[in-house]
């Protein structure tokens, strides 16, 4: 016995270039049927909640799934899996489509070589579908727009409910952000781990999606971009807080990476804070204000 919901969408061309469409959003559980073999020309995240079953590779390999857990579907990847007739499984899926798809695999958050993966929780993945869920009631205009953000965010929370790693915690993430500012190359950050360069590489691609200069490289212009918009530092004396000696060099690097030059974009973003500027996050849910003085 199983009960299933689902709903599939066709959005419009226009739509496929915000990068990112749902095509359709499912909830069910129970002895679910077998699915495949088949092959499909788009992706779709599979996450298992509760219960177990079994994925069957395209070389004939069964792998066994034990919630939680995603399987992903690849596009043009034969696919067979299933849950146990004796126990079934709590299964939601999207499917999904658009480029943006290339640059989020790229970036390691769909991983075509891993089709099972292990998950923490599946909280915050099952949230965001049931935001698709919840839009995909009839006669929402804002259907394509809504369903397209969730999968979004639902790439963020599988890659964030991943077991063996998260990217705001991972001890090599941690320590580079740490030692960000101070002059070293990667070779140098990478001896400082007992590491050599090409493992660096991989641990940090594995947990960031990205190599560890361009890691670095979005930390320490993050924060010279604070430093001009905040303070009246000249921009040398920026470059040098960020780690870079030569300010020429940190000029055309900026400009390179940001689109425009250092003084530029302190002329577009500068408020000068003079002692206001905070480190402390505030809390969405309670922003500070401004008391209403009384008239």
């Known amino acids: 016995m199983y009960h299933t919901w689902m709903r599939y969408f066709t959005p419009s061309p226009t739509h496929h270039k915000l990068g990112l469409v749902c095509l359709g959003v499912g909830l069910q559980h129970g002895t679910l049927p077998t699915v495949g073999p088949r092959t499909l020309d788009h992706h779709v995240a599979v996450v298992i909640s509760a219960g177990s079953g079994w994925y069957r590779s395209p070389d004939g390999r069964r792998v066994a799934v034990t919630a939680p857990a995603l399987i992903w579907l690849i596009p043009g990847t034969p696919h067979h899996y299933g849950p146990d007739p004796a126990t ?99 070779a140098e950050h990478a001896s400082r781990h007992g590491m050599t360069p090409a493992e660096l590489r991989t641990a940090v691609r594995r947990g960031a999606g990205c190599s560890p200069k361009d890691y670095l490289l979005g930390i320490r212009l993050g924060r010279a971009k604070e430093l001009l918009a905040a303070t009246e530092l000249p921009v040398a004396a920026v470059a040098r807080r960020v780690g870079y000696d030569d300010p020429a060099y940190f000029s055309r690097l900026f400009t390179r990476r940001v689109g425009m030059a250092p003084v530029r974009f302190r002329e577009q973003q500068g408020r000068a804070v003079h002692g206001g500027w905070s480190h402390q996050i505030p809390d969405p849910e309670h922003p500070p204000t401004i008391a209403t003085r009384p008239t």
Do not use: M
Request: proline share 6%.
């Open 88 to 186: 079934g499984w709590d299964e939601s899926f999207v499917d999904f489509t658009g480029p943006a798809t290339t640059t989020y695999t790229e970036l390691g958050y769909i991983e075509p070589d891993r089709p099972v993966v292990p998950l923490a929780d599946t909280a915050a993945a099952r949230a965001a579908v049931g935001r698709i869920a919840r839009a995909a009631r009839r006669g929402n205009l804002l259907l394509e727009v809504e369903t397209g953000a969730a999968v979004h965010e639902l790439l963020v929370a599988l890659r964030r409910a991943r077991a063996d790693a998260g990217a705001d915690t991972d001890p090599v993430l941690q320590a580079l952000a740490r030692d960000a500012f101070q002059p070293l190359s990667v």
